[in-house]
T-cell receptor, first 113, second 111 residues
Framework: DGGITQSPKYLFRKEGQNVTLSCEQN?????MYWYRQDPGQGLRLIYY???????QKGDIAEGYSVSREKKESFPLTVTSAQKNPTAFYLC????????????FGSGTRLTVV | GEDVEQSLFLSVREGDSSVINCTYT??????LYWYKQEPGAGLQLLTY?????DMKQDQRLTVLLNKKDKHLSLRIADTQTGDSAIYFC???????????FGAGTTVTVRA
C-alpha cells in the first residue's frame, strides 16, 4: 500500500544535540512538507520541497534543516539552534498538482530531556 | 498569505449533528479541505470542495461553501463517539503548492 512513513514515532533529545526525523513516501509525489504542531496552535510550516534537490523555507525554518536528494525521502534535522524543539512533527506529500490534498504521515513526537 | 480561522472547541451530544465553521481571507482560494486528526496521529483528508461548488455531500458529511462571505462549514450527521477528534480547515489557490491551515476545532462527543 502506498503511503508516508515517519520514524521514529517517539524521539528524545538531549539539549545541544542534533536529531534527524525520517520521512519516506512511496506515492511518487513530487511535493513534500514538514509541519510542526503545538497544542492549540495548529500546523506551522517548517520547510517544503516541490522537486528533488530543491526546497524552500516555510514560516518557522530557523533551527531546522532539510535535504531532498531522492524523490521518496525528505528528512528533517532539528539542530541545537532550535531553542524549543519539543513538539509533534508531521510530514506530508502532495501529488497530482493543485486540487489534491496532502497525504500525511503518522507523526514523530520529539521531546527534549 | 492566506489566513484561515476556526473556532477552537465544539461539544456535541451523540446522535446530534455537528457543524464546524471556518472562514478564510483569500478570495482566490480555489480548493478547500477538511482534515481529521485523532489523538497522536497524522491528519486524514475527509473531504474537499472546489470553489465553483456550493455544497458537497459524502455519506454523513456535508460541506457548504459561501464564497461571498468566504465561509466554509462541515456538518457531520448522527455524530458518533468515533467522530471525537480535531478537525482542520485548509485552503489553497490554483498552482500554489502550499495549503494554509486553520488552528483546528476540537470536537468532543458526549453520551
Amino acid at each position: 500500500d502506498g503511503g508516508i512513513t515517519q520514524s521514529p514515532k517517539y524521539l528524545f533529545r538531549k539539549e545541544g544535540q542534533n536529531v534527524t526525523l525520517s520521512c519516506e513516501q512511496n506515492l511518487n509525489h513530487d511535493a513534500m512538507y514538514w509541519y510542526r504542531q503545538d497544542p492549540g496552535q495548529g500546523l506551522r510550516l517548517i520547510y517544503y520541497s516541490q522537486i528533488v534537490n530543491d526546497f524552500q523555507k516555510g514560516d518557522i525554518a530557523e533551527g531546522y534543516s532539510v535535504s531532498r536528494e531522492k524523490k521518496e525521502s525528505f528528512p528533517l534535522t532539528v539542530t541545537s539552534a532550535q531553542k524549543n524543539p519539543t513538539a509533534f512533527y508531521l510530514c506530508a506529500s502532495r501529488g497530482g498538482g493543485a486540487g489534491y490534498g496532502y497525504t500525511f504521515g503518522s507523526g514523530t513526537r520529539l521531546t527534549v530531556v | 498569505g492566506e489566513d484561515v480561522e476556526q473556532s477552537l472547541f465544539l461539544s456535541v451530544r451523540e446522535g446530534d449533528s455537528s457543524v464546524i465553521n471556518c472562514t478564510y481571507t483569500d478570495s482566490s482560494s480555489t480548493y478547500l479541505y477538511w482534515y481529521k486528526q485523532e489523538p497522536g496521529a497524522g491528519l486524514q483528508l475527509l473531504t474537499y470542495i472546489f470553489s465553483n461548488m456550493d455544497m458537497k455531500q459524502d455519506q454523513r458529511l456535508t460541506v457548504l461553501l459561501n464564497k461571498k462571505d468566504k465561509h466554509l462549514s462541515l456538518r457531520i450527521a448522527d455524530t458518533q463517539t468515533g467522530d471525537s477528534a480535531i478537525y482542520f480547515c485548509a485552503a489553497s489557490r490554483t498552482n500554489d503548492y502550499k495549503l494554509s491551515f486553520g488552528a483546528g476545532t476540537t470536537v468532543t462527543v458526549r453520551a
